[in-house]
């Protein structure tokens, strides 16, 4: 079945960066987009940017912009998100998730990693 | 961004009711909305896409309806496992949520 296992919670300083891994399993991992979304405490979801794993073509967000960096390395089916510049507002759990389109972006989830709490604290 | 605003924020409701949550867009995004349910704790769970379209495995009771701005899920014989935040999402242009429905016992 389709999993995807995100690394553990991160605990930084403003000011900071932070990197996170999300490891499919059970398809290709080259078919499908991968996208990054987060809910903050108190917020709703909200969506960062995806990555298509084939060619490691990204869209970002404008909110994310030049903070956000999205790679994958096909040879262990993983995903990566890595953001700088961190502040308090970006305390937050982060998701990735599958996209259900066949190299393309249909733009919806139709499977989630279990996230990935970032907590950003002086 | 398209705009995604939910309504109500808060739904009190029991075990066997239908409860309806709304979905406005701030443009016409045709029918691409999709919902996802979210507990405490867990990542959402895809149920319903191109805003009718229920996901496998997804029980019948939940159902989605609507088009062009005015979107609609509704669930039958309110389960306790059904109890969770709602939201929506739109996908016509870039990708935006609402802000989330409660769905919680009376």
């Known amino acids: 079945q ?121 | 961004d398209i705009e995604m605003t939910q309504s109500p924020s808060t739904l009190s409701a029991s075990v066997g009711d239908r409860v309806t949550i709304s979905c406005r867009a701030g443009q016409n995004i045709n029918n691409w909305l999709a919902w996802y349910q979210q507990k405490p704790g867990k990542a959402p769970k895809l149920l319903i896409y191109m805003a009718s379209s229920l996901e496998s495995g997804v029980s019948t009771r939940f159902s989605g309806s609507g088009s062009g701005t005015e979107f609609t899920l509704s669930i039958s014989g309110l389960q306790p496992d059904d109890f969770a935040i709602y939201y929506c999402q739109q996908y016509s242009r870039f990708l935006s949520f609402g802000q989330g429905t409660r769905v919680e016992v009376k």
């Open chain 1, 2 to 122: 389709v999993q995807l296992v995100q690394s553990g919670a991160e605990v930084k300083t403003p000011g900071a960066s932070v990197k996170v891994s999300c490891k499919a399993s059970g398809y290709t991992f080259s078919d499908q987009y991968i996208h990054w979304v987060r809910l903050a405490p108190g917020q709703g979801l909200e969506w960062m940017g995806r990555i298509n794993p084939n060619n490691g073509d990204t869209l970002y967000t404008q909110k994310f912009q030049g903070r956000v960096t999205m790679t994958r390395d096909t040879s262990i089916s993983t995903a990566y998100m890595d953001l700088s510049g961190l502040t308090s507002d970006d305390t937050a759990v982060y998701y990735c998730a599958r996209d259900p389109g066949y190299r393309s972006g249909w733009n919806y989830f139709d499977n989630w990693g279990q996230g990935t709490l970032v907590t950003v604290s002086s």
